[in-house]
């Protein structure tokens, strides 16, 4: 059975979960206490997502299947702890090939680290859908890469080769003869 993760009792079940397991903790939440830094009480891994705050300026390459040819722009990626240090939320802006303001691309990502399930919990949202477009899960491999997907097997993204001022992103689809191709990547390089 294929659940639909768009719906309005999911979000608010994601939203439960991401409160109840800050609760869980015995926390105050301070919405002006701890502003974008990692709660010393906050699961340690959640820092593995937190070793990206902050501001990327990133090229990213999409193939075009139909030409097998790659075609590269730039965009903006800041990340921020939020929750009060125990999620990260990030910022996706997209602006440069846009004819128009309604063009560009604008999304996020929610985060936060569920450690009974030793398993992130990560839900995407990007302007022009209007709707949240999923809730994946997210663990840290063997490599030290952070690893997302929806459970199917069918696509992963990989952010890898991550350094303090840089990390290199994938999208892979797997292909009939159950290999994984690259069809989107991404070079971020820290702006600050």
């Known amino acids: 059975m294929r659940i639909n993760f768009c719906t309005p009792l999911v979000l608010l079940f994601f939203v439960s979960v991401v409160l109840n397991n800050i609760l869980a903790q015995g926390n105050d939440i301070d919405i002006h206490k701890g502003s974008n830094i990692l709660n010393p009480n906050a699961p340690k891994e959640t820092y593995q997502y937190g070793q990206l705050v902050g501001t990327w300026n990133c090229t990213i390459s999409n193939l075009d299947l139909k030409k097998n040819k790659w075609e590269t722009r730039k965009a903006t990626w800041h990340f921020k702890y939020i929750l009060n240090g ?102 971020a390089i820290r702006a600050n």
Not at 93 to 99: C, F, G, K
Not at 124 to 136: P, R, V, Y
Not at 147 to 156: A, K, N, P, S
Not at 165 to 180: A, H, P, V
């Open 86 to 187: 125990y999620a990260i939320q990030d910022f996706w802006i997209n602006h440069e090939n846009a004819e128009s303001e309604s063009q560009e691309l604008f999304g996020t990502n929610i985060r936060i680290y569920n450690p009974s399930l030793n398993i992130w919990k990560c839900a995407w949202m990007e302007n022009g859908k209007n709707t949240l477009s999923g809730i994946w899960e997210s663990y840290q491999n063997e490599k030290n890469e952070l690893v997302l997907e929806d459970g199917t097997g069918e696509w992963q993204i990989v952010f890898h080769h991550i350094e303090k001022n840089r990390f290199d992103w994938k999208w892979e689809y797997r292909q009939i003869d159950g290999s994984m191709k690259t069809v989107s990547k991404i070079e």
